[in-house]
């Protein structure tokens, strides 16, 4: 079947957006499109070009008999900041106030287009980083973390709570809870994670970095790397942060439950990425 340009350009616009940093050769979409692959250089073009003057991405072009084009995320500043500032206004929002002062944040880590665009976020800092794997915790940080894969196009490893006989051998560790400092137990199947591999660790919710610290122990029991750290939301008055090297889109500065008060600001995403 022979495609019109206007047609080509919009299937190949999908396709890229939908197999992220994987490599695919010129001569599949000319096969594709029975077109020349003259054509399709031209066609990639015009889409890099798109891509770059809207904030979408960018193309990468591999020379060679076995080359052909990548397709990376990299959401543009200024779709980042309304978005941030957005997310900022939600938190802040005094009737996310729970006893204890924690916050009600369920609802907007259920809301696939908040979700989605702050994975597309996440991953677009880290679309240069080789990583093989995301992981995360068995908690609301779930659908995050999937976010960030599905733009990386990597798989996602959950570490548990305890083990579940539906996932054969594990390695456990304990580990000392950064803010509750109560000593806890982290789970990971053996076939999750491969020996070597280079991970970046997503979450929803950093106080001290405790759960961050007991991941990066698993992952040094499987012989494997953190490729990076990245969170959503970081509590900023913390007397001793386990972790230094992260990226996180909004800060928790304070919450008065008294006068039902929430303080939120920018993370330190742009500190990290410009």
Same mark, same amino acid.
């Given at each position: ?23 695919i ?7 594709r499109y029975d077109?020349a692959?003259?054509?399709i250089s031209?066609?990639l073009?015009?889409i ?7 904030g ?6 591999v ?7 990548k ?5 543009s500043e200024?779709k ?5 500032? *957005? ?7 005094? &009737?996310?106030l729970?006893? @204890? $002062? ?6 907007i +880590?259920g809301n696939?287009?908040i979700v989605q ?18 992981m995360?915790?068995?908690t ?15 798989p ?6 305890d ?20 000593i ?9 994670l491969a *020996? ?7 979450? &929803?919710?950093?106080?001290a @970095? $405790?759960?961050v610290?007991?991941?990066?122990? +698993? ?9 990076g750290?990245?969170?959503?939301v ?26 039902k008060?929430?303080n ?8 990290r990425?410009?």
């Amino acid at each position: 079947m022979k495609f019109r340009r206007s047609e080509r350009l919009i299937d190949m616009v999908n396709y890229l957006l939908e197999h992220p940093r994987q490599l695919i050769p010129l001569t599949y979409f000319a096969e594709r499109y029975d077109s020349a692959k003259s054509s399709i250089s031209e066609d990639l073009g015009i889409i890099k070009e798109t891509f770059e003057q809207r904030g979408i991405g960018t193309l990468q072009t591999v020379p060679g008999a076995a080359g052909g084009v990548k397709f990376f995320v990299k959401v543009s500043e200024d779709k980042v900041r309304p978005f941030i500032k *957005e997310l900022c206004d939600l938190i802040a929002n005094p &009737d996310r106030l729970l006893p @204890g $002062g924690y916050l009600y944040l369920t609802d907007i +880590l259920g809301n696939p287009s908040i979700v989605q665009k702050a994975g597309k976020i996440i991953a677009s800092a880290y679309s240069n980083t080789p990583i093989d794997v995301v992981m995360t915790v068995a908690t609301k940080g779930i659908p995050l973390a999937y976010a960030v894969a599905s733009q990386l196009n990597v798989p996602v490893v959950i570490v548990r709570r305890d083990s579940k006989v539906t996932e054969g051998p594990t390695v456990s560790i304990n580990y000392v809870s950064g803010s509750a400092k109560r000593i806890q137990t982290m789970v990971l199947s053996k076939r999750s994670l491969a *020996e070597g591999s280079r991970v970046l660790i997503v979450d &929803d919710f950093m106080k001290a @970095g $405790g759960t961050v610290i007991g991941m990066k122990s +698993l992952l040094e029991e499987f012989k494997a790397f953190v490729a990076g750290i990245a969170v959503l939301v970081e509590a900023e008055k913390i007397e001793e942060r386990l972790v230094d090297e992260y990226l996180s889109l909004v800060q928790l500065s304070g919450v008065d439950v008294r006068d039902k008060k929430i303080n939120v600001k920018e993370g330190n995403f742009f500190k990290r990425t410009n």
